[in-house]
């Protein structure tokens, strides 16, 4: 689970997670200005159906509020990502995301950047087996592979297991766990949706890499569990 720092699931729930990374490269033979690279990057990501795209600087499709009251976070507001507002907002190189909740998108952009050979480093976080596929679909060999050894003492079927799967959505740490048990709670109650709820935590994401279709399986598995 590189860059995305410890994202918690087993093996089996990242099915529908393929985070897919672009990282300018520093010194060797990358010179220049990677900023059209990395804009490219995210233009090839649009033709695979992403469900979110987004930079490390400014976040993702779906953008906190500039209110500083904690409702303006819920109340009407859209709850599908905007793209176009990530593409027009990119300035300062750093590190682009692009996230698939099908395998067939993710390898098929994988082949595609392959073929385009933008200069950039790429990674890809997801399952080992996962990543594999993706690699093997572009024809490729990984160069490396880092493992996350996950939390120590929490099994698989403890009650607070799908907190730790949403609050862990955002490589920075950004979405607390108080938050998540709160949003599954306002969806177990019929007080919000999983559309709505899910929007909410998306934008609580300043690297982009939350992504809203897992959310809402987990949250969706949540609500029918009782522990």
């Known amino acids: 689970m590189t860059n995305t720092l410890h994202r918690y699931g087993t093996a089996e729930s ?8 672009a ?20 233009e090839i990501a649009l033709d695979y159906n992403p ?12 953008r906190p509020t500039e209110h500083s009251h904690a409702m303006e976070h819920f109340a009407r507001r859209p709850t599908k990502p905007d793209f176009q507002r990530v ?42 087996e996962n990543a594999q596929n993706c690699c093997k679909a572009a024809g490729i060999t990984r160069h490396s592979v880092g493992y996350s050894l996950g939390f120590e003492g929490i099994q698989d ?28 709670d306002m969806v177990k109650e019929n007080r919000a949706s999983p559309d709505k709820v899910t929007a909410a935590l998306s934008r609580f994401c300043s690297c982009g ?19």
Do not use: W
């Open 157 to 184: 079927n403890a009650p607070n297991r799908h907190v730790l799967a949403l609050s862990t959505m955002c490589g920075h740490g950004m979405i607390s766990q108080s938050l998540a048990k709160k949003m599954i």
């Open 87 to 128: 593409m027009d907002g990119l300035g300062e190189p750093t590190t682009y995301s692009a996230v698939f909740a099908t395998r067939e998108d993710a390898e098929a952009f994988v082949q595609r950047i392959v073929e385009e050979d933008l200069g950039l480093s790429i990674n890809i976080s997801s399952s080992i």
């Open 209 to 227: 890499i939350f992504n809203p279709v897992r959310a809402r399986r987990i949250i969706e598995e949540a609500r029918k569990k009782t522990f």
């Open 14 to 21: 990242f099915k529908d997670d393929y985070v897919i990374f």
């Open 23 to 42: 990282l300018p490269a520093k010194g060797g033979a990358q010179t220049g200005d990677p900023k059209p690279a990395l804009r490219r990057f995210l």
């Open 51 to 62: 469900v979110n795209i987004g930079d490390a600087i400014h976040g993702g499709g779906t």
